[in-house]
């Protein structure tokens, strides 16, 4: 069964910075591309950044770039987001999910985590 | 980015009705298109991967088409644990965009 576990959520003032980590577990965690979504409070979902199986293909939601950055480990089985310069705007649930495949492009996230919250404020 | 625009952004229907809900991308995705349930309190469920294509284990009630621009999720028959809100997700190109959901109410 395919288990994904985020933390590292919590509240930070603005301006600082928070390392999300997910632990992943039930399959073959380098075969697969991962993913970070996130749901603001009372809000739809957001696509946040997406890492293909071997880190060669990146990319990241244009409300982000500059500031966060996804990696992975495969030998660990985890994925991280390094979130920089927070704001407050960035204040949501944050989603780990599993892609159906290696790379980003046509293959989905279909499995989730349970998410960790991020409240940015001061 | 690609903009997804679902409608409606709200229903209400009842048990049995069937129900559309439509994701119109703002430029062509090919079939690059997912379907989402959500549930209250619960991680997202992909329901449809490839404009068409079933999840495993999800229902045969649900079933997805379109192509290029605009794409349809479909419920034949609703049941009682239908209700929830969904979203469409591009993976066209980067950044993946979501449109912004439709919320299935029971009337």
């Known amino acids: 069964e395919v288990q994904l576990v985020e933390s590292g959520g919590g509240l930070v003032q603005p301006g600082r910075s928070l390392r999300l980590s997910c632990a992943a577990s039930?399959?073959?965690?380098?075969?697969?591309?991962m993913h970070w979504v996130r749901q603001a409070p009372g809000k739809g979902l957001e696509w946040v950044s997406g890492i293909s199986w071997n880190s060669d293909t990146i990319g990241y939601a244009d409300s982000v770039k500059g500031r966060f950055t996804i990696s992975r480990d495969n030998a660990k089985n985890s994925l991280y987001l390094q979130m920089n310069s927070l704001k407050t705007e960035d204040t949501a649930l944050y989603y780990c999910a599993k892609a159906s495949g290696q790379w980003l492009i046509v293959f989905f996230p279909d499995s989730w985590g349970q998410g960790t919250l991020v409240t940015v404020s001061s | 980015a690609i903009q997804m625009t679902q409608s409606p952004s709200s229903l209400s229907a009842s048990v049995g009705d069937r129900v559309t809900i439509t994701c119109r991308a703002s430029?062509?995705?090919?079939?690059?298109l997912g379907w989402y349930q959500q549930k209250p309190g619960k991680a997202p469920k992909l329901l449809i991967y490839a404009a068409s294509s079933l999840q495993s284990g999800v229902p045969s009630r649900f079933s997805g088409s379109g192509s290029g621009t605009d794409f349809t999720l479909t419920i034949s028959s609703l049941q009682p644990e239908d209700f929830a809100t969904y979203y469409c997700?591009?993976?066209?190109?980067?950044?993946?965009?979501f449109g912004q959901g439709t919320k299935l109410e029971i009337k």
């Open positions: 039930g399959f073959t965690f380098d075969d697969y591309a």
């Open positions: 430029q062509g995705i090919r079939n690059d």
């Open positions: 997700l591009q993976d066209y190109n980067y950044p993946h965009t």
